[in-house]
């Protein structure tokens, strides 16, 4: 079939492709190789769906979706219990729809619902994971999945040796610069200015199509026995007053009204510190997680 | 079907084996038309209606001129076929481009001219049909000029129209090169239609093609795409000037590592079905000038817009200022095809200007005279490293008309480098953008006139070559299961 020098010249590529693979695979199982955090945004929440799907331990109780005001809430703050499915730059949809694709459910979920509802669920992200020959791979061999991405691991590597070399600054130095910088002030009046006007028909028509799907996915949801409660996170109270913002919150409570849908009680009023006009400095970020925990736990008690 | 998608693997697959099934060896024409039409219409049917239409014209009219026997004849045929082929192209591709041009000109009335946008507006994209244009242009001047080049020699009463028909489809909707080319030859092609045999085919060529195609496309051209997103509006502004820079020179080499990625998968699926593609790159950012860019860079393309369009308009034959002229024309037009918005015509304006002072600054004389004086190895690396940044950064420049298609955006990110000098270094953006564009770096660098001197006689001068192949092809291979980005489209099927 094949003339022979034309074999060989295939095959000895075909090995070294081999040889490479299973160095790397046996180098991530025997822990040489540290996993990366994902080096942008989109590999951020990739990583964060994929450790939340092949995850071995069945017992996850407490699973939180969002958007990035939700991925802004650090999983350090919270307990060991809660996994935390915020996306940065996408919205409870693609969190309800990993949770709800994944076999084992969790007791509790979380849904974050705001203006960020007017962004559709991400397919692209979400049909991947659930591919049969891709998730089977990526389930028995960790190094096809995004965390062990070579240039990822070496991005990763090489930041955090910049980051001892210059020893950043701490949070608290770091955020009063954020706190009184130009451009937190920029964006503020940016998003003042842009959600001071009224909601147009067809946003409204989105927001309900959008409602209509978090509804089925909830619904489907809640069939495995699974509690839902909903929740906002507060943002910068001059933002969160606009038109735009109240015409939404509005909407969402009818939508979702409070004796069909279970919402969790509002944080306390505060004077909440955002970086951008939209999500919580660390600080605000990590005091808001202790009050979310007591809450749920009261709940679950 | 994109070539990056699991359903292109299955598809390919099932093709490859019917293909070369001896039970079917007499029909491997249909099934390769029939597979470019499942191709072609995968996700849109009414495309498969808008290749079919242009397989009837140019069979037609190509039969036409075979049979024809006056030269008028032929030429009246031929013309016939091009305007033809315009006007479809017209139609689908740059309707709203010339709506609007019209309306600007002759003050016609806007509720008139929104109702006429909307209509064609809502007109699906035609993917490829710029191409398959060019390529059936081609074939028809091609044969208008000598039949002999899909006669092979024989009589014209041995082409019956019905093996017309058969060879003419096979050649336009050949689905490794429909949608993003190369833009095959007539000449080129025909010829090599004939039953392919299995143990014919150039497995290693294949390999090689197929490898270095998925890797250019799927590594470097995927994962850079995550980056150079930040310069598009208005995400630019709030950069400072060098990482604005840096995703600008990532934007050059995802292009050419999106477009070079196709067209090698391309090359590869065709030599596994027994067809040679022509060559589409040849490192284009070697090039020591903008004349020898072209001559590196989409190659098919610009030796379709030299022989059916730059020749035909007189070329260089024609005095000084027509030939500059001649460049400008040639060359926006070529950027035109790009794409129906005005920025397009704008890059090839810009890059037709280039040539036109290159030309008229006998730049590449010169510099051959320099070159010839410069005595040591150092001078002249330093004279060709002054050139090829001149060149990079004229072509790099260029293509911020290709990633923001709003020109006022365009000229904003200009005005947004002069402004943003002391904003700080965004290094998140900075370091895996150079880390992505490092792998076309070097595989440039040892091209570069000078280096490769230099690389060749001191650096690989005891690595073998062959075992130095196997081992990139092979890690290749292995970033490419390991390291893809996430599947995007390709950026030239807008194109």
């Not at chain 1, 978090?214 to 809640?222: M, N, R």
């Not at chain 2, 093709?15 to 597979?35: H, N, R």
């Amino acid at each position: 079939m094949f003339s022979n020098s034309n074999l060989s010249l295939v095959i000895r590529p075909l090995l070294v492709c081999i040889a490479f693979l299973v160095l790397y695979q046996g180098s991530i199982f025997y822990g040489f190789l540290p996993s990366s955090e994902g080096i942008n945004q989109w590999q951020a929440n990739i990583i964060k769906a994929e450790k939340y799907i092949y995850s071995e331990t069945s017992n996850l109780p407490i699973v939180i979706v969002g958007s990035s005001l939700t991925n802004n809430l650090s999983t350090k703050y919270f307990s060991s219990q809660v996994t935390n499915l915020g996306m940065s730059g996408g919205s409870a949809q693609t969190g309800l729809e990993i949770v709800r694709r994944k076999r084992i459910k969790p007791r509790l979920l979380l849904v974050e619902l705001n203006d960020t509802i007017g962004r559709k669920l991400d397919n692209k992200l979400v049909n991947p994971l659930f591919h049969p020959l891709t998730s089977f791979l990526k389930l028995h061999f960790p190094m096809f999945r995004q965390e062990y991405r070579p240039t990822s691991v070496l991005i990763q590597y090489l930041e955090n040796e910049y980051k001892q070399k210059n020893k950043m600054n701490s949070v608290r130095q770091d955020e009063k610069q954020v706190v009184n910088s130009d451009f937190r002030k920029k964006m503020i009046k940016q998003l003042v200015e842009n959600r001071n006007i009224e909601l147009g028909t067809q946003q409204k028509q989105f927001i309900l199509e959008q409602a209509e799907s978090i509804k089925a996915q909830i619904a489907d949801i809640q069939k495995e026995a699974v509690r839902v409660i909903l929740f906002d996170i507060p943002g910068e109270p001059v933002v969160d007053n606009t038109v735009k913002q109240r015409q939404i919150r509005e909407i969402l409570r009818s939508l979702f009204p409070k004796n069909t849908f279970e919402w969790l009680p509002e944080s306390p009023n505060r004077q909440w510190v955002t970086s951008d006009g939209i999500h919580l400095v660390q600080s605000n970020a990590k005091e808001y997680v202790f009050q979310l925990e007591k809450l749920i736990n009261t709940l679950l008690n | 079907m994109l070539f990056t998608s699991v359903e292109f693997g299955i598809f390919f697959v099932v093709i490859f084996i019917l293909y070369y099934l001896p039970f079917f060896q007499k029909q491997q024409l249909p099934i390769i038309i029939v597979g470019s039409f499942i191709f072609y219409g995968w996700n849109s049917l009414w495309l498969v209606g808008l290749l079919l239409l242009s397989i009837a014209l140019n069979t037609i009219v190509s039969f036409k001129i075979i049979n024809s026997f006056k030269k008028c004849e032929k030429h009246l045929w031929m013309t016939l076929g091009i305007l033809g082929n315009l006007i479809i192209l017209g139609f689908f591709k740059y309707s709203i481009l010339l709506t609007d041009f019209i309306a600007a000109t002759f003050h016609v009335s806007n509720t008139f001219i929104d109702s006429t946008i909307d209509i064609f507006s809502n007109l699906p994209i035609p993917i490829g049909l710029s191409f398959y244009t060019f390529l059936s242009i081609g074939l028809l001047v091609d044969l208008s000029r000598d039949n002999n080049v899909i006669l092979k020699g024989s009589n014209r009463k041995e082409i019956s129209f019905g093996k017309h028909i058969l060879n003419t489809s096979f050649f336009i909707a050949f689905f490794p090169s429909l949608i993003s080319g190369p833009i095959s030859r007539a000449s080129n092609f025909y010829s090599q239609v004939q039953p392919k045999s299995f143990k014919d085919i150039p497995w290693y060529t294949v390999f090689r093609s197929l490898v270095i195609g998925y890797y250019l496309k799927m590594v470097i051209a995927d994962n850079l795409k995550d980056y150079t997103y930040w310069i598009s509006f208005p995400y630019y502004q709030n950069l400072g000037t060098i990482t604005n820079i840096v995703l600008l020179v990532g934007y050059s080499v995802q292009i050419f590592a999106d477009f070079a990625g196709y067209s090698l998968i391309a090359i590869g699926l065709a030599a596994a079905l027994g067809y040679n593609l022509p060559q589409n790159f040849n490192f284009p950012y070697i090039s020591l000038s903008l004349s020898e860019f072209w001559r590196r860079w989409h190659i098919s393309l610009s030796t379709w817009l030299r022989d059916y369009l730059y020749f035909p308009l007189g070329g260089n034959r024609k005095g000084r200022i027509r030939t500059y002229i001649n460049l400008i024309v040639v060359m926006a037009l070529g950027g035109l095809w790009h794409g129906a918005t005005w920025n397009y015509a704008v890059w090839g304006i810009f890059h037709g200007c280039g040539l036109a002072v290159e030309r008229l600054l006998g730049v590449n004389k010169k510099s051959k005279e320099i070159q010839e004086q410069a005595k040591s190895f150092w001078q002249q690396f330093l004279l060709d490293l002054i050139r090829w940044v001149i060149v990079f950064s004229f072509v790099s420049i260029g293509w911020i008309f290709f990633k923001l298609v709003n020109f006022d955006a365009a000229i904003d990110f200009f005005l947004t480098l002069t402004r943003n000098v002391n904003q700080r270094l965004s290094l998140e953006l900075i370091a895996p953008t150079i880390l992505f564009c490092l792998p076309i770096i070097i595989s440039h660098l040892f091209c570069f006139s000078s280096f490769k001197y230099f690389a060749n006689n001191r650096l690989l001068k005891n690595i073998p070559f062959k075992t130095s192949m196997d081992l990139i092809l092979g890690i290749m291979l292995a970033l490419t299961l390991l390291d893809a980005g996430s599947t995007d489209t390709f950026i030239y099927f807008q194109f």
